[in-house]
């Protein structure tokens, strides 16, 4: 091999690696997060919801961000999943949570997967269409088989067991946080790999260009089928997560509000790199702790507004403001200083 | 001699359009044919069909003499058969290095393969780099494809089209939009091709078909006009009163 | 029987009536409204406020309806709508739920979050006996005043010159303003008649679909349905589509009202596996 080929070898193995690498900020925010289980215990039920609704719009950037699929039922996945998990531990099927969440997971999962190949056939508009008529007809269906859901009351009195017959789910929320971050790690790691897998990339492709992502040989209606059914099942825990941390599963986990909120809350943190989800939830939740406090029932107008704003001033713009920070990334990133300094050594040696 | 592609009796109707209009072309293993043709005549459709963008009206497809008249786009590049576009059809969020990267590992079957990191096969890595090295590519891989010059990209849509390592090309106006200094770079690169791979080539310059093919065949109105020997064809006068035809309505 | 078949056909046509103004704008412009409904809820109000407060006759509060909507649509066409129509649908689908929310919010805040309605006059009122079918006045008017509206639509839109230029448009904008055609009036003025449109249907509907603020978040399925599964290559289209949508959802509703809330979606996925561009999307047509 030349010594040109093998440069450019290296370089691409390198890049192509780079994509992978942890960023120090990514290891920051981790350590952060975990530290918050110390650091503030007093607000571990309000974290408790960050957590889940982080997850919760982690699944939705794998369609929107990764594959390019619009949604406005995400909250159908949701649902399922909240509801099977609280019918689990109602009816004492699955008593040990870790268990009956991943049930309730897959249950989810098996309704993307049917629903998939609907909201595959045609444009953005019957994708619209098909989400939100089926996060409806879910709905729907919980709402008339009361005497299995508790129809519009909620499913109530439900007891949660202890996390692998271990850790009680207390009144403060504690272990419920942590149960929470750690099914949050756990599954983010999950997506980041993905996302970084030849698999991942084929969805940005098929997302920039269906045409000729068919052909360079992608099937991409499978592509499709694959991804929304593992963000159905990303949802359906989110959804069971809240279920067994509030003991309580209700209509309003299928809401329209909860899957337009949740497109708010990943355009707030930005699609596409995975932390968008998790930095929206925090965002989202600050600011609807703080409005909802001014204006609890004019709460929506602000969100309406906010949307409007983001994209009338353009959603780069908006974004720019993590400008700073991704500055001080690129600084705290000693490695690829050094790898920049190395570069620059070599081309002077040339 | 085998054929590699042959249609039979093809028609795509549009409306009341007649764009493809019972081609029966046959391709020869290893071929250099040109297609060439007015505007409009139906070329571009022609390889819609034969890559499965559009389902043709009537009419099949062999390939290596399989039917693949039923078979999705996907499935017909697996089969060792691909396209380029016209106007280029790229990754604008991929860099070169990424597009190239994802053709390969999709030939290798690693599609579905979501837990390795893109790239991380040394077999791979040295045929994405070997790409990229042929086709100029190397200096602009980390860049963004939306920002490429348009020369670049270019080549990066003929590039990722010979990452898939077809037996059978279809090129459609490879040269287009290229300034005529930069245009060599990607006739060296289809030059270079292994001679067993097919080639079919559609150009609107007489200077590249007639240095390329072996065969051209002429399309004119969605109907197979005249075939033959470059010299034939270019001898032929109802081919020059077509493209007379044509200059004479500029 | 023939009573839901009437009654399905009134709603069908009421839904014609709310929804034509969002097809034509999504074949016009490719542009996913969302806040479709709000248009139809400013009509509304506005002839319950007209009619309740003011005293205006409720026939007179109608075509006001319309005006109201149609200057509302012509103000957020030049002011919002006009800065995304060549963006991504992902945009136009945040900017248009953003509408949808601030305009149930803001329409609490004025109007308070019950239902209301429009007093209609005695004629209107009760049912009379047609061989046999029992025939709702205001369902009647209903069906006159939209059958009247689709007929002068279709009119339009083919006899016309505004509407062989919209028809332009529809084809091919590059081409269509090639020919000097003013493309962005032909928006803004189809914009601005699509929005009137929902207003008088909203004003009609106060009657039959209730009016409260959240009136855009329930109905916006049933638009989304007509206008997919109707196509927006012609008005026919979400024509049909409506009627079918009114009849089917009326009679689940009557026959099995435990499960008619499914209807809708049985329609939704049956089609959508049938015929994935529409029932009488253009491909189809041939
Ligand atoms: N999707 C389509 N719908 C309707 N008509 C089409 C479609 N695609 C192509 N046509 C028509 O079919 C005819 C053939 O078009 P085509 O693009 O195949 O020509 P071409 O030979 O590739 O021309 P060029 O040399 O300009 O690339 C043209 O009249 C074109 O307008
Ligand atoms: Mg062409």
């Given at each position: 091999m030349s010594s040109a080929t093998s440069s450019i070898l290296r370089r691409a193995s390198d890049s192509l690696s780079a994509r992978v690498r942890w960023h120090p900020l990514e290891i920051i925010f981790w350590i952060v997060a975990f530290a918050m289980i110390w650091l503030m215990p007093t607000r571990h039920l309000i974290m408790t919801e960050i957590a889940w609704l982080g997850l919760f719009a982690l699944s939705l950037d794998l369609i929107?961000?990764?594959?390019?699929i619009i949604s406005l039922g995400h909250a159908a996945f949701f649902g399922v999943g909240a509801y099977v998990a609280a019918l689990l531990a109602k009816h004492e099927l699955i008593n040990e949570p870790v268990l009956a969440l991943l049930v309730a997971g897959l249950a989810a999962m098996a309704v993307g997967f049917v629903t998939s190949f609907l909201v595959l056939r045609g444009t953005d508009l019957t994708r619209l269409m098909v989400s939100l008529g089926v996060a409806l007809m879910l709905r729907e269906l919980a709402n008339q088989f009361g005497w299995l859901t508790?129809?519009?009351?909620?499913?109530?009195g439900v007891v949660m067991q202890p996390i692998l017959g271990l850790f009680r789910f207390d009144m403060f929320g504690h272990n419920g946080f942590v149960y929470c971050l750690v099914v949050l790690f756990v599954l983010f790691l999950v997506a980041r790999r993905l996302a970084n897998s030849p698999f991942g990339l084929s969805l940005v492709a098929i997302k920039n260009n269906p045409l000729r992502a068919a052909a360079i040989g992608i099937p991409v209606d499978q592509r499709l089928i694959v991804i929304y059914s593992i963000a159905a099942f990303y949802a359906g825990i989110a959804g069971a997560l809240l279920a067994q941390t509030t003991s309580f599963a209700s209509l309003d986990v299928f809401s329209f509000d909860r899957s337009a909120d949740l497109l708010l809350v990943l355009i707030i943190g930005g699609t596409g790199y995975l932390y968008g989800g998790l930095i929206g939830a925090i965002l989202f939740k600050l600011m609807q702790d703080y409005l909802s406090v001014l204006t609890p029932q004019y709460w929506p107008f602000w969100i309406g507004a906010l949307l409007v704003a983001m994209v009338l001033i353009g959603r780069d713009r908006i974004t720019a403001w993590n400008a700073p920070l991704r500055h001080l990334a690129a600084k705290l990133d000693w490695r690829a200083t050094r790898r920049a300094a190395a570069a620059a050594a070599a081309a002077e040696d040339r | 001699m085998a054929l590699a592609l042959q249609t039979k009796g093809l028609v795509k109707k549009f409306g009341g359009l007649t764009a493809t209009n019972d081609v029966s072309l046959t391709v020869e293993k290893g071929a250099r044919h040109a297609l060439i043709g007015p505007n409009g005549a139906g070329k571009t459709t022609l390889i819609n069909l034969l890559s499965g963008v559009q389902k043709p009206t009537a009419g099949r497809i062999l390939l290596e003499g399989d039917d693949i008249t039923g078979l999705s786009q996907h499935a017909r590049v697996r089969r060792g058969m691909v396209r380029t576009f016209q106007i280029n059809q790229l990754f604008?969020?991929?860099?070169p290095l990424e597009t190239i990267g994802l053709a390969v590992s999709e030939r290798n079957g690693l599609g579905m393969d979501w837990w390795r990191v893109a790239g991380s096969k040394r077999a791979l890595l040295e045929e994405i780099s070997s790409v990229l090295e042929r086709f100029h590519l190397a200096d602009v891989m980390n860049e963004r494809t939306a920002i490429l010059p348009y020369g670049k990209q270019r080549l990066l849509e003929i590039a990722v089209a010979i990452a898939c390592q077809p037996r059978v090309l279809l090129l459609d106006e490879p040269a287009a939009g290229v300034p005529e200094d930069e245009r060599h770079e990607i006739l060296a690169s289809i030059a270079a091709l292994p001679a067993d791979v097919t080639v079919l080539l559609i150009e609107h310059d007489m200077d590249i078909v007639f240095s390329f093919a072996q065969k051209i065949s002429v399309l004119v109105n969605g109907g197979l006009f005249v075939e033959g020997l470059p010299d034939d064809v270019a001898r032929d006068p109802r081919v020059k009163a077509v493209y007379l035809g044509e200059e004479a309505h500029v | 029987m023939l009573t839901i078949l009437f009654d399905g056909v009134a709603y069908g046509m009421l839904l014609f009536v709310l929804a034509c103004g969002l097809s034509v704008t999504l074949g016009l412009m490719n542009l996913i409204n969302l806040a479709h409904g709000a248009f139809a809820m400013a009509g509304g109000y506005a002839t319950v406020v007209l009619v309740n407060n003011f005293g205006v006759p409720f026939f007179l509060s109608l075509p006001l309806a319309f005006l109201v909507a149609a200057v509302i649509g012509l103000v957020m066409e030049r002011a919002v709508y006009v800065h995304v129509y060549r963006k991504p649908h992902l945009e136009q689908v945040l900017l248009t739920i953003g509408l949808v929310f601030m305009a149930v919010a803001g329409t609490d805040y004025i109007m308070g979050s019950t239902q209301v309605f429009a007093q209609t006059p005695e004629v209107l009122q009760g049912q009379f006996q047609f061989f046999g079918v029992g025939i709702g006045r205001y369902r009647l008017l209903i069906i006159v005043v939209c059958g009247v509206l689709a007929i002068g639509l279709q009119a339009i839109l083919t006899k016309t010159r505004f509407g062989s230029r919209l028809r332009a448009a529809v084809d091919d904008q590059r081409v269509a303003r090639g020919l000097g055609i003013n493309v962005n009036a032909i928006f803004a003025l189809t914009f601005a008649f699509g929005s009137g449109l929902a207003g008088l249907g909203g004003a009609l509907g106060t009657e039959i679909l209730g009016l409260d603020p959240t009136f855009p978040l329930k109905y916006m399925i049933y638009f989304l349905i007509v206008v997919t599964v109707g196509?927006?290559?012609?008005i026919t289209g979400p024509f049909l589509a409506s009627l079918l949508l009114g009849i089917g959802d009326v009679a689940g509703k009557y026959y099995v009202p435990k499960l008619g809330a499914f209807v809708i979606y049985t329609i939704m996925i049956v089609v959508l596996i049938w015929r994935p561009n529409g029932l009488f999307s253009r491909a189809s047509t041939k």
């Open positions: 929107v961000g990764y594959a390019g508790g129809g519009a009351d909620g499913l109530q | 604008g969020d991929l860099t | 196509g927006t290559s012609s």
